[in-house]
């Protein structure tokens, strides 16, 4: 298990970055950490792999206590892999001679399958003799990601692993290594502020904001029943809404959160918006609008004219599923 427990941070020149993180992360569990850009999930991965040292808290991996660059020689520790958003790839050698360099060379046959298993899960078989100085940013990056897993770490820290790679190989690659990775048991954590790389794969989900970890649950709970709009908004567009709106709910000021696709125009009533402007989604259109002095955001599948006034609507299985939701919203 990896214990993190009362663990606070700050860079020697700046201001608090992490307070009492507690975390319990068990052996093959696959964990996400997400919160907006600066909150400190890269800063929280340094600190589990041992890069950086930790005035307040401490952190174990069973009973060996990862400690940080003042009491390590090499800092790091050897039964870890951290894939950091600086690849630290080999330019000048091929895709097969880094994937290569730390399986043992005793055992040819079987070190040349275990290449060709990693080029195939990360989909790079036919570069297997380019230089990787050769290689676009998202090559390079399946290059990495297989190299770390050649040397079959016990814990996986990635930072924003598939950053650098097109959509169009993005959702394949994360099925390949995710699904790798949980049949190795390797136990895996993920910075990250793709929601894809979290919703389908993630057991649990640890939320960043303001130093503090803000929440922890299941991807399900927490996008069904996200307790504020910070949380909703790192999985999409999401919006605050009055459920009196409503004539059963017609005596509560309660708030809930709606995610934009979830409204459902009405020309009759519900929620009075007036509409901003529409922007082409592909499968929907996105549209802006305002309600009572506030901006709204809502799908439809045609773009509406700008100044219109229309009325928004929203099932009654959503309000009850997010009235159960905590509530600071
Ligand atoms: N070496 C450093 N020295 C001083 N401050 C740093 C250093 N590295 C990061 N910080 C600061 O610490 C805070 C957290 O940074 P960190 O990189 O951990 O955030 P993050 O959540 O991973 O961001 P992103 O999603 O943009 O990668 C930021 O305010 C950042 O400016």
Known sequence: MLQVDHVSFSYPDGESVLENINLRIAKGEHISVIGESGCGKSTLLKILYGLLDIEVGEVYWDDTQILGPAYNLVPGQSFMKYLAQDLELMPFTTVRENIGEFLSVFEPEQMEERIQELMELVEMTQFADTKVRYLSGGQQQRVALARALAQEPKVMLLDEPFSHIDNFRK?????????????????????????????????????????????????????????????ASLFGEANRIPINILKSYADTKR??????????????????????????????????GIYEGHDIFFHHHQPLEVGKAIFLNISIETINQRMVAPTNV
């Open 255 to 288: 708030r809930i959160i709606v995610y934009a696709h979830e409204f459902k125009v009405s020309g009759k009533s519900g929620l009075e918006v007036v509409v901003k402007g529409s922007y082409y989604m592909g499968s929907y259109y996105m549209i802006g």
């Open 171 to 231: 959702n394949s690659l994360r099925r390949n290594v995710f699904g790798y990775l949980k049949r190795q048991k390797i136990t895996v954590i993920t910075a990250t502020h793709d929601p894809m790389d979290m919703l389908p794969f993630a057991d649990r989900v640890v939320v960043l904001k303001d130093r503090f970890i803000i929440a922890k649950d299941t991807p399900k709970n927490l996008y069904e029943r996200p307790q504020d709009l910070y949380i």
